[in-house]
């Protein structure tokens, strides 16, 4: 998958690579990813310079200990923000091009806790989004139509569309407008949403996406990469190229007949399966070996969400009763369940 993307980046014959983040889906990522992730920055490194921004799932301090040695494999990182002229703006001199990096922005770094305490909660939005703009515009003020200019960032923007794997608590709902993005920007590569979009803005904005579907809210999407062509003074034009996903991700809902009826079709793709069945022990057993790749088998009535019973209508039943309405309630129809409930219960009272 990710040596794909350096493929096509031979292919091409690119000139830069940007990674708009994120490298990591958690702060502390095992050695394996690690591994993973480097070797494939420096794959893409022998085609071309890499410049990569951190984003929220990255650790900073992390990437930033390890950017002066990814440097020397001309990997450029920058993972906390950085001033124009301190690292925040890199040069291209032979591509005519010059690069503003700036990593993802927690509101936590930009709406400080005076204004936490003191705003309404739409109010610290304005405020980052505010704020946001602010550092925009000191990276880009000095931009003229001379060069390529070219934005790389790992944030939200309004409008933009959701894949179904982004961690919602980072995602909304601070957000900023793409018109924050002047004119004079011949390219935004931006990271964060999963799903490969360009933003209706005053100059190209895109997100690549994420190169492949992460979980199952995204079987829908299209993943790939994209190729930018650009020149000083004109818009940049984008193509899409997509990868081979590297093992499909398929969701079949229906009564346990229906899907048996799917059983052999779905070649090595990993599978959500959601029954419209009332539960029984031994059903998802049954479903796994119709489907040796399924890796959630779950009740349709279930995964609908359902209320829970309220608390106080609990006090001073016996337990037996309870569980019965437990059962009911998850649209569970076994006697067996509530027949072995009874007899634990009792082997805990002799106990
Ligand atoms: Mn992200």
Redesign the pocket.
């Known amino acids: 998958m990710l040596s794909g993307i350096a493929g096509v980046a031979a292919d091409e014959a690119v000139d830069l690579v940007l990674v708009a ?2 490298l990591f889906d958690v702060s502390a990522p095992s050695a394996e990813s690690e591994r993973i992730v480097y070797e494939a920055l420096l794959g893409l490194a022998r085609v071309a310079p890499v410049l990569v921004v951190a ?3 990255d650790h900073p301090k992390r990437l930033e200990a390890v950017a002066p040695l990814l440097e020397l494999g001309r990997v450029t990182v920058v993972a906390l923000p950085k001033r124009a002229d301190e690292g925040g703006v890199v040069r291209f001199p032979d591509l005519d091009t010059r690069v503003a990096l700036l990593p ?1 922005l927690s509101q936590r770094a930009i709406v400080n806790a005076d204004d936490l305490m003191a705003l309404d909660p739409d109010q610290h939005d304005g405020k980052y989004a505010g704020r946001l703009g602010a550092i925009i515009g000191k990276l880009t003020n000095a931009m003229g139509t001379d060069q390529v200019n070219i934005f790389c960032s ?1 944030l939200t923007v309004h409008g933009g569309v959701m894949g179904g794997g ?1 961690r919602t608590a ?1 995602v909304f709902p601070y957000a900023i407008a793409a018109q924050m993005f002047p004119g004079s920007l011949s390219y935004v590569a931006l ?2 949403l999963h799903r490969l979009q360009k933003v209706p803005a005053p100059a190209p904005v895109w997100y690549s996406g994420s190169p492949m579907q992460l979980d199952f809210g995204e079987v829908d999407d299209t993943k790939g990469v994209l190729i930018v062509e650009a020149e000083p003074g004109l818009p940049a034009t984008v193509r899409e190229v997509s990868l081979g996903a590297a093992r499909r991700l398929i969701r079949l809902r229906g009564t346990l007949e229906q899907i048996e009826t799917f059983a052999g079709t779905t070649d090595d793709a990993y599978l959500k399966i959601e029954l419209d069945e009332p539960a029984r022990a031994g059903l998802a057993d049954e479903v796994r070996d119709l489907f040796p790749y399924a890796v959630d088998v779950v009740l349709a009535a279930q995964a609908d969400g359902r209320s829970r019973p309220r608390a106080a209508a609990r006090l001073g039943r016996a337990a037996p009763e309870l569980f019965r309405e437990y059962l009911e309630h998850r649209n569970v129809d076994d006697g067996r369940l509530a027949a072995l409930f009874d007899a634990l219960l009792e082997q805990t009272y002799e106990a």
């Open positions: 983040g994120d984003g929220n799932h993802f790992h982004e980072h990271g964060h």
